[in-house]
């Protein structure tokens, strides 16, 4: 197939194939590739599934259809000041870009083993020149989506590993881990617990890293059994941290790999009539506004989330111009913020 601009464009299904596969007529596949609302749940499903099992691309009338000054943010909630400080980045850089942004959340999560794919359909209906992702978890039939419909994304903060290529912005959690670890070694600290966050995460694994190579650079013996995951939730961490408390020789300071979940630490402490930093000295990662808020004030591994958000944004309007940038992975650097929540050990 030729289009009229005189440029190959690859053979695939046309959506008669793709109606007749799913069982529906034309005019109901058409609905469900433009986004439309007016489709039953199940008839939606079978034709999404048949999209994504035939290959179905729209490339030619997607880039006809782009919206000039229009780009989509997906983030994972919007109920967390993690996803305000996000906001605050893009919008201000946008806003310096002349350009206008759609906010969505909650929309890359998947059921069962199939993509939600009907985020991606309104994506073209609404024309948008590119895409921010935060901390989203793309599957690879939702990379393959966007890769051939040429649609310009930067992801934020990435779940997993990227497939290579992609762009993606986040923070120097490695060092950042090493910064807390530090901190608390040199107030005299030996005895150092961390609670990460989810196992299989970029960002959590980095961080118990650089924590176990600031212990091993300090000659302190590494303990497994005071390495505990909380997935970030807080919750979680207060459990976490009642069992740190439960060993025989249980810690005297601990790294907590995300300031929500330093709340929960501060509850289990203060469960079993312990204080903060006498009793225990926790460090937390992230300085969202809640380091600040709590009671003592909590020292924290700061990274730069809006400035994150804001070089995303930054990256997108490049690569929409068509220029690619020279590396596809940009990190921003953290630095310790000290408050109140740490000090030297009780002999």
Known sequence: MVRTDGASVAAGPTLAVVAREAGVSVPTASKVVNGREDVAP?????????LDRLGYVRRPRFEAAKTPGLVDLVVHSLDTSWSGAVLHGVEAAAHDAGLEVVVSAGLTRTRGARPERGWLDKLIARGSSGVLFNLAELTASQYAWLEQHRIPFVMIDPVLEPPPGVVSVGAANWQGGVTATEHLLALGHERIAVIAGHQRKMCSTARVAGYRSALASAGVRHRP????HAGFDEGVARCRMLELLDLPEPPTAVFVCSDRMALGVYEALAERDLTVPSDMSVVGFDDLP???????????????????AATALRLLVRMMDGDRP?????ELSTR????????????
Do not use: D
């Open 290 to 308: 809640e380091a600040r808020w709590i009671s003592p004030a909590l020292t924290t591994v700061r990274q730069p989330l809006s400035e994150m």
């Open 336 to 347: 310790l913020v000290e408050r109140s929540s740490t000090a030297v050990p009780r002999v």
């Open 326 to 330: 020279e590396s596809t992975r940009t």
């Open 42 to 50: 199940e008839t939606r499903r079978r034709v999404t599934e048949a």
């Open 225 to 228: 059994e005071y390495v505990r």
